[in-house]
């Protein structure tokens, strides 16, 4: 190694690794060296470490004087440790592996502790990843160079068979490439053209975690997704959104329906439901496309994108709640209080979103806004919001349960049975009150609902 290679860790050796270091080698791993070397914050790395030298059994054995071991991955090579106070770890001793699994869920893995480090990182995805720090020493261990990749700003695969086998690999690349701002190298985008269908074999599972990373931790997702959709990965891992490049829409929209979306997103705050929503939010509007009065419409694309959005979501196995926040908003997005709207008129949109959305929707808005160059939404928001904040901390009712009565008043003043009759009464009072909260007492509601029982 040269003075080149060498590197200061910004944080002091922990005891535990004190203890390893004269046992054996001890490194700091992949993306963790990636971090390091790009300065990131300490607080934000996620350390992986490897050791060479040591068997599982005699590694354990040091570890457990300094804290807890999760042995789950020890079939692998692979010890989850957490020192006392301090956050938990993978510890793996070298190894090398290939995909044989259907759907690549699982991988032929041998371990060696007599294995050469370069050997562990040659079998990793990509350059900027195939790194290891030695604590020992302080310098860089880099067999594929990919420190001089990070430093030139480029994303260059290990091996020309490495997306074949794991075809995941691509998703990750797209990621990384919008995340670190990375430009890819053309050999890699040509063995990714040469393999992308394979990533139909990949786990929904797996695929969602990949758009995850990418929509959370990307500052703008749509560098990773305009390069699925030019590499032919986009139309297989979501073909409902790479259909609508290309697809024209009306004079408040310079973009595609496509490029809009990919703006959307990238404007939306970094919040998985929110980022979804806004790549999604226009989904539905190629099969909704017709001229009207000489006018390009979109009737009703947000009851379709919101049907697909849960399709999609589903098929990417994501939780049953952030799926239907999701529809929920992409279904609502098309709303448009203005400063005439009355404070009834407000109370019913609330009522009818939900308070929990009302945040949610306004981010929605204003991204959407932006996207097409309306700036001056942020200002609109703004006095929506304030509004709207005035009316839902209010002692008004927006929802049925908020009412001063419940279905046993109903039962008991008009004499009917329990049923869907007693829900209907129940709406018919929340409208008056949300046209007149002052009527929201126990003893208003209960007149008025004698007076609806004078007129049976």
């Not at 939780?319 to 529809?327: M, Y």
Request: hydrophobic share 40%.
């Amino acid at each position: 190694m040269n003075g080149d290679n060498e590197v200061t860790l910004r944080r002091g050796i922990h005891p535990w690794e004190r203890a390893l270091l004269e046992a054996c080698g001890l490194y700091l791993v992949g993306g963790t060296v990636r971090d390091i070397l790009r300065g990131a914050p300490v607080e934000a790395i996620d350390e992986d470490y490897l050791v060479s030298g040591i068997g599982l059994e005699d590694l354990a054995g040091i570890l457990e004087r300094f804290g807890t071991l999760n042995l789950v991955g020890r079939s692998f090579g692979v010890i989850k440790f957490t020192a006392a106070g301090g956050r938990t770890v993978d510890i793996s001793l070298p190894r090398t592996e290939f995909s044989t699994g259907p759907g690549h869920r699982d991988f032929d893995v041998s371990f060696d502790p007599s294995l050469p480090v370069e050997r562990d990182l040659e079998r990793r995805d990509f350059t900027i990843n195939s790194m290891a720090f030695d604590l020992g020493s302080s310098v860089v261990v880099d067999p594929l160079g990919g420190r001089e990749d990070l430093d030139r700003g480029l994303l260059r695969v290990n091996r020309d068979d490495s997306f074949r086998e794991d075809p995941l690999r691509m998703l990750r690349g797209a990621q990384f490439m919008a995340r670190f701002g990375l430009a890819v190298e053309e050999g890699t985008r040509a063995c990714m053209r040469r393999d992308r269908a394979l990533v139909a074999s990949v786990s929904a599972e797996r695929v969602r975690d990949e758009l995850t990373k990418l929509l959370v931790l990307a500052p703008k997702p749509s560098a990773g997704f305009m390069f699925m959709h030019e590499e032919g990965i986009l139309e297989i891992v979501l073909p409902e959104l790479d259909r609508t490049y290309g697809e024209t829409q009306n004079e408040y929209h310079p973009d595609d329906v496509f490029m809009h979306s990919l703006r959307s997103c990238d404007l939306a705050p970094a919040d998985i439901v929110l980022r979804w929503s806004a790549l999604l939010h226009d989904v539905g509007k190629k099969d909704r496309k017709q001229v009207v009065g000489g006018r390009t419409v979109f009737y009703r694309h947000e009851q379709d994108g919101a049907r697909m959005a849960g399709e999609i979501l589903g098929r990417l196995r994501y939780p049953r709640e952030t799926q239907a926040r999701v529809v929920h908003l992409i279904e609502h997005h098309m709303f448009n209080v203005t400063d005439e709207w009355s404070d009834g008129a407000v109370r019913r949109f609330i009522s009818r979103v939900g308070k929990e959305s009302v945040g949610d929707l306004l981010a929605l808005r204003e991204a959407d806004g932006r996207s097409r160059g309306d700036e001056a939404v942020a200002a609109q928001n703004e006095r929506i919001r304030a509004r709207m904040r005035r009316i839902a901390e209010s002692d008004a009712a927006f929802k049925i349960t908020d009412l001063a009565v419940g279905g046993r008043e109903v039962i008991d003043a008009l004499g009917i049975e329990p049923g869907p009759g007693v829900g209907a009464v129940l709406k018919e009072l929340l409208e008056l009150v949300l046209e007149d909260p002052g009527k929201n007492t126990r003893e208003d509601l209960l007149s008025i609902l004698r007076e609806m029982g004078k007129k049976k």
